[in-house]
């Protein structure tokens, strides 16, 4: 309306907090995501594998529905760490599509559009833009991966009793640890592409590159030079051994748990620097 009629009036109504202005952007991202029917059905179907591992716990310690069936309780899965890591690693390997099908687009359609600097103009940082952006993965991968594997492993201590928590106490260290490395590491990885490339199908083929081609890679310099220090470079190999050590299980890589914590922050650093480079309100072109 025109200045001159005197008639506007300043936004009076309640502000949001300064530290959760950052979640604004997942609200909205949500609303996008959650119109796929192919979304809201797949994030479904990710909660079928945390239901089968509800059940095994029940019938564990649950002898008359185990007699009932006859079933003994030695044919019953073991609930240790491999039972866990297994739970894990299925539930990460959903996060993955999941992330493939919503994380490409989340940068580069504001790219494409030059609606960067309508963010940036307002009182939000660039890393306010960031964090609210990784939380549209950061809230999805979380609740598919870490918390149904803790509140698996909550159930489990409830049946079994406190003995067992105190003595378990290692593997819900090992789901949150595991998780996290897993869930920052693709965030962090998938934005960048993002920010770069602006082509969906592009980010989506250079995500699943950075995770595969390093592994025939490794391969050939394990067959060339004899050494598992070429799986070093690879995300997934370090993902792989991390995960394995923290569930207690023999790794698929013979790599120091180290060099992998190493791989992986390495790679974050580079991520970040990438979308340092390009999250800016304005770009010089010479």
Request: glycine share 6%; aromatic share 16%; net charge positive.
């Amino acid at each position: 309306m025109a200045v001159y009629e005197h008639s506007y009036k300043p936004y009076a109504g309640a502000l949001t907090p300064h530290w959760a202005r950052f979640l604004v952007l997942p609200r909205y991202a949500y609303e996008s995501v959650f119109k796929s029917k192919f979304a809201v059905s797949f994030f479904a179907l990710s909660y079928v594998c945390p239901l089968i591992y509800a059940i095994l716990i029940y019938l564990h310690h649950n002898v008359n529905a185990l007699a009932m069936m006859g079933i003994s309780s030695a044919d019953v899965v073991k609930i240790n760490g491999e039972f866990f890591g297994i739970f894990i690693g299925v539930q990460s390997g959903l996060a993955f599509i999941l992330t493939v099908v919503i994380g490409p687009v989340l940068i580069s359609r504001d790219l494409a559009n030059n609606a960067l600097p309508l963010y940036l103009c307002r009182p939000f940082s660039r890393w306010e833009y960031l964090l609210g952006k990784a939380s549209v993965l950061l809230i999805l991968q979380s609740a598919i991966t870490w918390i149904p594997g803790l509140l698996l492993f909550v159930f489990q201590a409830y049946l079994e009793g406190g003995g067992w928590l105190v003595d378990n106490l290692w593997i819900a260290w090992a789901i949150a640890v595991s998780s996290w490395a897993w869930i920052v590491t693709l965030t962090l990885l998938v934005l960048a592409l993002s920010a770069w490339i602006k082509w969906r199908v592009a980010a989506s083929a250079a995500l699943f590159a950075v995770f595969i081609i390093p592994l025939p890679l490794g391969g050939a310099i394990v067959d060339a030079f004899k050494t598992w220090r070429g799986f070093v470079f690879s995300v997934s190999a370090a993902l792989d051994v991390v995960a394995k050590t923290l569930f207690r299980v023999e790794p698929a890589f013979q790599l120091a748990p180290a060099e992998c914590w190493g791989t992986l922050i390495v790679t974050a650093l580079i991520c970040l620097w990438m979308l340092s480079r390009k999250l800016r309100a304005y770009e010089v072109v010479s």
